[in-house]
């Protein structure tokens, strides 16, 4: 007898899944059909480590699935068939079931924007939105396009970042491993040295001596201090108050906070541009925009503008009178509302700020290369000096 996965749903419409003995999967089916369950998929069961909901959803993958859905369904084939086609075409195994409990639902009568709404771990209120208007303009090829577009340029986004703050993040770990490992492995055996010598130590030496000795007993104490200020600022982030604080920190911080200005203004444009081409009016397209930007301070300051757009101000004039945003992207905008052309003006705005961070991340990293470097030798060397200090001494101490 072979075992079975299986996620099915009961008359209340409660999603069941678990484990279950057959010969095949017509006879699995069929003791789900007996129990009294409607089946949306049974697969065999696999080994333990690939069981494991372990995974998630990546926005590339998200991108990937929204051009094969425009491709499949701009072909002809109907949701519920694009639907089953990309669920087995997919590895990852967490995505691959979302899109069998979409298919499943879809299947059942459920509207394609309810079936994506009820996982919104995965799909986004941006990505909901979208396909909503998809559905109700005749148009969902060409929104799931534009969507595939957005994400993969917010993928872009994303990488560009990271490898700007690649570089010091490894120097960091680098400066942190050779300091640990001189203050426990070397610091002692000098102290032990000079302790026997009985000589006089120079105040660098005494400080590096008492350090060494407080990391090499209390090292447990220090991991824990530091893993309960991670935990502690990983809760902290979730309160309104402290995230918005937390935030606007963010954007003030001397090297990376225009970075971090600019990649938020990037993907409000880009974002922005996204919703209005699709077809969504205005403000409903800034409230989604708000949950995209990835900074609540940025955020406040588009629920400002909300309010002002509401009161008969345009888009460009809030933007006037608001914080963060560039004066060229203000001038693209407003050129684009004159013109009644703003969609293209807003690709074109969010193109520009992509090239101006590519810009910006470039001398970033030819400006911390070095000034990194020299800390790291000017850290190191301080170590060393404090070693050997009290030896020059004593060989002078011999040489008289």
Known sequence: MAHFNYLAQDNQDKQISGVLEAKDIAEAKAKLRQMGLYIIWVRPEVGFLKTLDLGRVKNMELAIFSHQFAVMISSGIPLVRALKALADETDNRKFRTIIDKVRFDVENGTSLSQAFSKNPKVFS???????????AAGALPAVLNRLANCLEKDEDLRRKVASSFAYPLIVGIMAIV????LLIAVVPVFSSVYKSLKINLPGPTIALIGLSSILVKFWWLILLFIGLIFYIL?????NEIFGLTLDRLKLRLPIFGQLNRKVSVSRFVRTLSTLIGSGLTLNPSLTITKEAVGNRAIAKTIESMQNEINQGKSLS???RQAQYFPAIAVQMISVGEESGNLNALLDKCADFLDEDIDILIKNLVVKLEPTLTFFLAVLVGFIALAIYLPMFDLMHQIAK
Do not use: C, Q, W
């Not at 990983?234 to 979730?238: E, F, N, P, Q, T």
């Open 125 to 135: 209120n941006l990505f909901i939105s979208l396909i909503k208007t998809g559905e």
């Open 178 to 181: 050779a300091v640990s490992f």
């Open 234 to 238: 990983r809760i902290a982030k979730h």
């Open 317 to 319: 004039d809030s933007l």
